[in-house]
């Protein structure tokens, strides 16, 4: 008994001392592997006579089951160190700034759609979408533009190969169709944004094949070209963060519009440069109008019920504009220093009341 005694004792105080967990398995094999010690204690059982072997046994089993216990406990007391340990080192500061440096830059195109989206949903519009490849329906017929009408070929659309019953999908060469999807869809009053990528067949200093568009739609029962203009007026203000933009609207044509104009803002180019605001110069900046009745009824709505308008700009060019960039195939380089040059910080999220872009 006492060499059961004293392995014990062993056994127990080798496991409290092990300091890793592979000095501790070391100290379970010797003891209770296959050629541990007390595992050999169990095979001499074999031997001794019934009497003997039953309290021996019982002795075996209950030092076996204390020593197991105790590999255990301090196979767990070894897990927790471990952990706490790479804890503390691995500690994150959770209260250091933000390095802009290492945190990416918002694109000014993200940028400015953020700050567009966020005028007007101050001013109750939300956000819908549309697909990018688009059928001939939603791009040009429903929008008052039937096949062989001029307008087709201003579009320089880009044409997807032809489909079984002859049909061609396009690459949307504008943001219009949204507002057609939106009324098949939605029922009046309606009034949404619609922001994303168009493509036209077109590629040159001021030109590239993908941009983005940025499409308002309002309809409702009463509303007229002085809300039209209220509300593009309002934006431009607001857009641009300076104290006074004089605003144009110049008579223009859109199949899809009627009647339809353009938006001018006014600026300056004394000395070269040029500055949004007061001054004697004139820059266009989007396209707008009284959505035709053609395009209500293709969308199922009854023109004599509802009417409202529509207006249609360039992300790009409204972002040159603000931020006084000069080229606009930059936009497209992907060069890392001009991103940190025009990029916006990732937290500042533009909101009216919170500021634009700071
Ligand atoms: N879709 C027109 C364009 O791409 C812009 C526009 C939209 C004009 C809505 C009027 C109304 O040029």
């Given at each position: 008994?006492?060499?059961l005694?004293?392995?014990?004792d062993?056994?127990?105080s080798?496991?409290a001392?092990?300091a890793?967990?592979?000095?501790l398995?070391?100290?379970?094999?010797?003891?209770?592997?296959k050629?541990?010690?007390?595992?050999?204690?169990?095979?001499e059982?074999?031997g001794?006579?019934p009497?003997?072997r039953?309290?021996r046994?019982?002795?075996?089993?209950?030092?076996k089951?204390?020593?197991?216990?105790?590999?255990?406990a301090?196979k767990?007391?070894?897990?927790?160190?471990?952990?706490?340990?790479?804890?503390?080192?691995?500690?994150?500061?959770?209260?250091?700034?933000v390095?802009?440096?290492?945190?990416?830059m918002?694109?000014?195109?993200?940028?400015?759609?953020?700050?567009?989206?966020?005028?007007?949903?101050?001013?109750?519009?939300?956000?819908?979408?549309?697909p990018?490849i688009?059928?001939d329906f939603?791009?040009?017929?429903a929008?008052?533009?039937p096949?062989?009408?001029?307008?087709?070929?201003?579009?320089?659309?880009?044409?997807?190969?032809?489909q079984?019953?002859?049909?061609?999908?396009?690459?949307r060469?504008?943001?219009?169709?949204?507002?057609?999807?939106?009324?098949?869809?939605?029922?009046?009053?309606?009034?949404?944004?619609?922001?994303g990528?168009?493509?036209?067949?077109?590629?040159?200093?001021?030109?590239?094949?993908?941009?983005?568009?940025?499409?308002?739609?309002?309809i409702?029962?009463?509303?007229?070209?002085?809300?039209?203009?209220?509300?593009?007026v309002?934006?431009?203000?607001?857009?641009?963060e300076?104290?006074?933009?004089?605003?144009?609207?110049?008579?223009s044509?859109?199949?899809?519009?009627?009647?339809?104009?353009?938006?001018?803002?006014?600026?300056?180019?004394?000395?070269?440069?040029?500055?949004?605001?007061?001054?004697?110069?004139?820059?266009?900046?989007?396209?707008?109008?009284?959505?035709?009745?053609n395009v209500?009824?293709?969308?199922?709505?009854?023109?004599?019920e509802?009417?409202?308008?529509?207006?249609?700009?360039?992300?790009?060019?409204?972002a040159?504009?603000?931020?006084?960039i000069?080229?606009?195939?930059?936009?497209?380089?992907?060069?890392?220093r001009?991103?940190?040059?025009?990029g916006?910080?990732?937290?500042?999220?533009?909101?009216?009341?919170?500021?634009?872009?700071?």
């Amino acid at each position: 008994m006492d060499n059961l005694a004293s392995l014990r004792d062993e056994v127990l105080s080798a496991a409290a001392a092990a300091a890793t967990a592979a000095e501790l398995d070391e100290v379970r094999v010797a003891a209770l592997g296959k050629k541990g010690r007390l595992t050999g204690l169990m095979k001499e059982l074999g031997g001794l006579d019934p009497e003997t072997r039953k309290a021996r046994g019982q002795a075996l089993n209950a030092v076996k089951d204390e020593v197991a216990a105790a590999l255990d406990a301090r196979k767990t007391e070894l897990e927790d160190a471990a952990l706490n340990a790479r804890l503390a080192q691995e500690v994150a500061d959770v209260t250091l700034p933000v390095r802009p440096e290492v945190s990416g830059m918002i694109h000014p195109i993200s940028q400015t759609m953020d700050e567009v989206i966020a005028i007007f949903a101050q001013m109750g519009f939300t956000v819908a979408e549309g697909p990018e490849i688009e059928d001939d329906f939603h791009n040009f017929t429903a929008l008052n533009i039937p096949p062989e009408h001029p307008a087709r070929q201003m579009h320089d659309t880009f044409y997807l190969p032809e489909q079984a019953d002859g049909s061609r999908f396009v690459l949307r060469t504008h943001t219009s169709p949204v507002q057609i999807r939106t009324m098949q869809n939605q029922t009046p009053p309606i009034r949404i944004v619609a922001p994303g990528r168009t493509y036209r067949c077109d590629s040159d200093m001021t030109h590239t094949p993908m941009f983005h568009q940025i499409e308002g739609l309002v309809i409702d029962k009463a509303t007229h070209f002085g809300h039209l203009k209220g509300c593009l007026v309002e934006f431009v203000q607001t857009f641009f963060e300076v104290s006074e933009v004089p605003v144009r609207f110049r008579p223009s044509f859109f199949p899809f519009t009627e009647p339809s104009a353009e938006v001018d803002i006014g600026c300056s180019r004394k000395g070269g440069e040029l500055t949004i605001g007061a001054g004697d110069g004139w820059l266009e900046i989007l396209g707008c109008g009284m959505v035709h009745p053609n395009v209500l009824a293709a969308c199922g709505l009854d023109p004599d019920e509802y009417q409202g308008f529509a207006f249609g700009m360039g992300i790009e060019r409204i972002a040159m504009l603000k931020y006084g960039i000069p080229d606009l195939r930059t936009f497209f380089d992907a060069d890392l220093r001009w991103l940190k040059h025009y990029g916006f910080v990732p937290l500042d999220l533009p909101t009216v009341t919170g500021g634009l872009s700071r």
